[in-house]
C-alpha cells in the first residue's frame, strides 16, 4: 500500500485554555473518501485548517503529502484543493474570472487555466454561466463554483468543509454526484459533515469526532456494525408511558433506548422483535422497523443532548 | 520578510487589477471629479475671497497655487487610508477572500506586500490624475506637477501600510468611522493643506508638525511651486520612509495575528 496522504499523530489545537483538537490520530489513504463527523465544535474544522496548513499545529506530528506544515506550508498548498465553509468567492467578477484570478495565484500561466476553466465548468455545469457575476448565482451554484475553484490547480487532495450545509436536496444529490466522480477520477477527498445521509453516502472511512477526540473510526458499515445493532425498532407509545412499556421490551434487543415519544429497541431483526412486541400484548400508537444508520452510531457515541 | 518570492505578491496585484476592472467606475468620480470640485470651490472660489482679502499678505502667491499641491498630498493621504481600510476589512471579515488566497500557496508576507504595492499603483494612478487637473487650473507646471507625485504616493504609502495594520485589529467596521472621523479629517483640515500651519494656535502648530500629512504638503508644495521647503526636505522624506516601513512591518504582523490562528 502507498504511503498515506496524511498522517497525524498526537494532533492537538489549543486556542489559549481552549483545545479543539485533543492529541488525535488518523491517517488518510490515497483516493479514498475521508470523512470527519461530528457535532458542532468537536474540533472538524480546526483538524482540517492544520491539514490544509493555513493553521499552524499546537502540538504532535503532521505530515501532508510526506511534508510538514510548518516548513513546506506552501508546497503542500500548492498541491492541495480547499473549499471552506462558507463560499468566498469575489462576488463582483464572473465566474470565469473567479477561476481565472484563483489559477493565478498557483502561478498558472493563463492559457493552461483556460483549459482548465472548460473543464471545470463543464464539471460543475456553469458553463453557461461563465460569464454571469457570481453574486446572483444560487447557493448550489456558488458552492459548485468554489469546488470548481478548489480544483483548479488540479489537487491530488480536495479538502471540504461542510460542503452541503445549507443546500436545498436537489443542489445536494447534484454535489453528492460531482464528488463521486472527482473519486472515481483518483482525487483524494476530506470531507466534514454533520449530515450521516451525506457521511454515508461518500465516505470510503470515517472518523466520529467529539469534543476534540475521535471516539470512533472505520467505514461507516463497521461503525454501525461496531456501535449499533443491524436494525431499529421504533415503537411509540402514548405520550408519558414510554418508561412502563419499556419495562416490559429490555430482552428484545441488545439494547434499549427511551426517548420522551418514543422507545427504540436494537435488535438484529426488527420483524422478529415486533413479533414479539405484539406476543407480549403491547400495541403502539405507531411503529416504525428500520435499518441501524450512521445516525444512530452518532447518537449513541455523542449523545442526545445538544451542543452549541 | 526573509526570502520573499515577489512574484507571489505580483499575482494579487493582477487581481486586484482584474477586480478593480469591474469596479472601477464606482471610484472613477471620486478620482477625476473630487480634485475638479475641489479645486473649484476652494482654489478659484474660496481663492478670490483670499486673494482679495489680507490672504495676499500672508501667501504671496495666489491661493489656488498654494492649495493645489497641499490638497495633491491630502488626497493621497485619503487614498492610501480608505484603500487600506474597508477592502482590507472586506478581505478579512466581509468577504473572507484573504482566507481564499491563503489556501494557495500566497502567504500573509505576500499578501501585504500585495495589497501595498497595488495601492501604490493606485496612487501612482490617482495622484497622476490630480496633478493633471492642477495643471489644467494653472496652478503649477507640467514638470514641477510631476514632480510633486513621488512625494505624495509617498504620503498616501505612509498611511497604507499604519492603516492596514490598524484594519486588522478591529473587531467591526465601527473604528474605521473613527479612524476618519478622529484621523483622517483632522488632519486633511489642520495639516497644511488649506492653509499655513503657522495660522494656528501656537501650542497646535508642534502637532501639526509631527503629522505625516504635514511631511508630504511640504515636499508636495516646495516641489510643485519651486519654492523653499518649510522644514529641511530630507527630514520630511526620512519621516515618510520610515513610516512606510514601519507599517510594513506592523501590518504584516497583525495580518498574521488575524488571519492565521
Known amino acids: 500500500m502507498s504511503e498515506p496522504l496524511v498522517t497525524a499523530r498526537n494532533l492537538r489545537k489549543s486556542f489559549g485554555e481552549l483545545v479543539a483538537v485533543d492529541d488525535i490520530d488518523f491517517e488518510v489513504r490515497s483516493g479514498e473518501v475521508f470523512g470527519f463527523l461530528g457535532p458542532n465544535g468537536a474540533g472538524k474544522s480546526s483538524t482540517m485548517r492544520m491539514i490544509g496548513s493555513v493553521s499552524p499545529v499546537t502540538s504532535g506530528e503532521l505530515r501532508v503529502l510526506g511534508m510538514d506544515p510548518a516548513q513546506d506550508g506552501a508546497r503542500i498548498r500548492a498541491r492541495l484543493g480547499v473549499v471552506p465553509q462558507e463560499d468566498n468567492l469575489d462576488e463582483e467578477l464572473t465566474v470565469y474570472e473567479n477561476l481565472l484570478i484563483y489559477g493565478r495565484y498557483f502561478g498558472l500561466p493563463k492559457k493552461v487555466i483556460d483549459g482548465r476553466i472548460d473543464e471545470l465548468l463543464k464539471f460543475a455545469q456553469l458553463d453557461e454561466r461563465r460569464k454571469s457575476r457570481v453574486e446572483p448565482l444560487s447557493g448550489g451554484m456558488k458552492r459548485r463554483l468554489t469546488i470548481a475553484r478548489g480544483l483548479i490547480n488540479s489537487p491530488e487532495l480536495l479538502l471540504l468543509d461542510e460542503p452541503t450545509t445549507g443546500l436545498d436536496p436537489q443542489a445536494r444529490h447534484l454535489l453528492w454526484d460531482r464528488l463521486y466522480r472527482l473519486k472515481r477520477e483518483g482525487v483524494t477527498l476530506i470531507i466534514t459533515t454533520h449530515y450521516m445521509d451525506e457521511a454515508e453516502q461518500l465516505c470510503d472511512r470515517l472518523v466520529i469526532m467529539d469534543k476534540g477526540k475521535i471516539v470512533a473510526e472505520g467505514s461507516p458499515r463497521e461503525l454501525i456494525e461496531q456501535h449499533s445493532t443491524r436494525e431499529v425498532l421504533e415503537l411509540r407509545f402514548e405520550v408519558g408511558t414510554q418508561e412502563e412499556h419499556a419495562d416490559k421490551l429490555r430482552d428484545l434487543g441488545t439494547r434499549i433506548e427511551i426517548l420522551p415519544d418514543r422507545v427504540l429497541v436494537y435488535t438484529n431483526d426488527a420483524d422478529h422483535a415486533f413479533e414479539e412486541v405484539h406476543a407480549r400484548g403491547l400495541v403502539p400508537e405507531s411503529t416504525v422497523s428500520r435499518r441501524a444508520t450512521l445516525e444512530d452510531v452518532f447518537l449513541h457515541l455523542t449523545g442526545r443532548s445538544l451542543v452549541e | ?261
Open chain 2, 1 to 261: 520578510m526573509i526570502g520573499i518570492n515577489l512574484s507571489h505578491p505580483a499575482r494579487l496585484i493582477e487581481a486586484s487589477a482584474r477586480v478593480y476592472r469591474r469596479t472601477y467606475r464606482g471610484s472613477l468620480v471620486s478620482t477625476f471629479f473630487n480634485p475638479i470640485l475641489f479645486l473649484l470651490a476652494m482654489g478659484v472660489g474660496l481663492g478670490k475671497l483670499v486673494d482679495s482679502g489680507s490672504g495676499d499678505a500672508t501667501l504671496d502667491i495666489p491661493y489656488l497655487t498654494f492649495l493645489a499641491p497641499g490638497l495633491l498630498a491630502a488626497t493621497a493621504m485619503t487614498t492610501g487610508a480608505s484603500d487600506s481600510a474597508f477592502p482590507v476589512m472586506a478581505g478579512i471579515k466581509w468577504r473572507k477572500s484573504y482566507d481564499a488566497v491563503l489556501a494557495t500557496p500566497i502567504g500573509v508576507t505576500d499578501l501585504v506586500v500585495g495589497h501595498l504595492g497595488w495601492v501604490g499603483i493606485r496612487l501612482v494612478f490617482v495622484t497622476l490624475v490630480y496633478s493633471a487637473v492642477m495643471t489644467v487650473f494653472g496652478a503649477t507646471t507640467v514638470v514641477e506637477g510631476l514632480l510633486a507625485i513621488p512625494p505624495a504616493v509617498a504620503t498616501g504609502m505612509a498611511f497604507a501600510g499604519i492603516v492596514t495594520a490598524y484594519t486588522a485589529r478591529l473587531k467591526d467596521e465601527q473604528g474605521l468611522s473613527s479612524l476618519f472621523r478622529f484621523g483622517i479629517t483632522p488632519l486633511f483640515l489642520f495639516s497644511g493643506t488649506f492653509f499655513p500651519v503657522t495660522q494656528l494656535p501656537g501650542w497646535l502648530q508642534p502637532v501639526a508638525y509631527a503629522t505625516p500629512l504635514w511631511h508630504g504638503v511640504s515636499l508636495c508644495r516646495g516641489l510643485a511651486l519651486g519654492t523653499e521647503f518649510e522644514v529641511n526636505p530630507l527630514v520630511s522624506i526620512g519621516y515618510l520612509l520610515a513610516l512606510i516601513l514601519l507599517g510594513m512591518v506592523l501590518a504584516t504582523r497583525t495580518m498574521r495575528k488575524r488571519l492565521v490562528k
